[in-house]
């Protein structure tokens, strides 16, 4: 028993460590961000708050949830998410998860959505990159919220059947991602509401670039700069859309509408 004992203990500490041991971000500050794009950033104990500085004036208010990658810390997507706030006048919360990962607060999202749902006619987004994606899903799944209108899964999948749910899903990975790209993920798709599901393969990018952490340990080297990737994030949230013409699983079957705008 002392043996199963000690051989827990060490596990335990093991996991913790490399929990502890996370991809961290660039050193941008948000002083910087804030005079890069028109937004403003606040952080608590919870979340890092991105707010356009249009965003009250907005017809329709759309308020996006986003669940870091595991062992990523927030703040490495701080870059990417502040430029997608600014150009489509959104408020963005990163969830701060225990040990960097998703898994510990899937729920993390519901208080957020509880205190700032100011009309009916508010718009929440919710998604993650990798394992925060997958949390972000298994929290739809688990959770009926009417004004919770979209799913975005950056580099990632559901593994809970969301099929009937009434929600449209954005489901984007990267050509070079060799953890969780298209090929390695399709067999998650019947799981995605299929006539409300929009996919969408991005050329050069890998599975580290959806944040600005560097490489990931067992990714390829991608072929876009991390300025050209967060443009093209953008690009690629703003002008992929949520009328769908057509029901093939291939992107370039699909006639694209605004998502965002």
């Not at 340990?217 to 072929?223: A, C, I, S």
Request: glycine share 8%; charged share 20%.
């Amino acid at each position: 028993l002392l043996a199963i004992f000690s051989i827990i203990i060490i596990l335990t500490i093991i996991f913790i460590l490399r929990a502890n041991s996370s991809y961290k971000g660039s050193d941008v500050t948000s002083e910087d961000l804030q005079s890069m794009f028109p937004v403003q950033i606040e952080e608590n104990d919870q979340y890092i708050k991105i707010v356009s500085n249009d965003f009250l004036n907005a017809a329709t208010r759309r308020s996006f949830i986003f669940y870091p990658g595991g062992r990523v810390d927030a703040k490495a997507y701080l870059t990417n998410l502040s430029r997608i706030a600014g150009g489509n006048t959104m408020r963005i919360y990163i969830v701060k998860m225990p040990l960097n990962l998703a898994v510990f607060n899937i729920n993390g999202a519901k208080n957020i959505m509880d205190e700032n749902t100011t009309d009916e006619s508010d718009i929440w987004l919710i998604g993650g990159h990798s394992l925060g994606g997958s949390m972000a899903c298994e929290f739809t799944s688990q959770n009926d919220i009417p004004n919770l209108k979209y799913l975005i899964l950056m580099g990632s999948y559901c593994s809970s059947d969301i099929s009937k749910k009434d929600i449209k899903v954005l489901s984007i990975t990267g050509e070079l991602d060799a953890l969780a790209g298209r090929e390695k993920i399709k067999q998650y798709d019947n799981k995605l509401p299929t006539d409300k599901t929009v996919f969408k393969d991005i050329k050069g990018f890998n599975h580290s670039e959806f944040g600005t952490y560097g490489l990931q340990e067992g990714d390829n080297k991608p072929n876009l700069s991390v300025e050209d990737s967060s443009k093209e994030l953008n690009t690629t949230r703003k002008s992929i859309g949520n009328v769908l013409a057509g029901r093939s699983k291939s992107a370039g079957s699909y006639k694209w509408v605004y998502l965002l705008t």
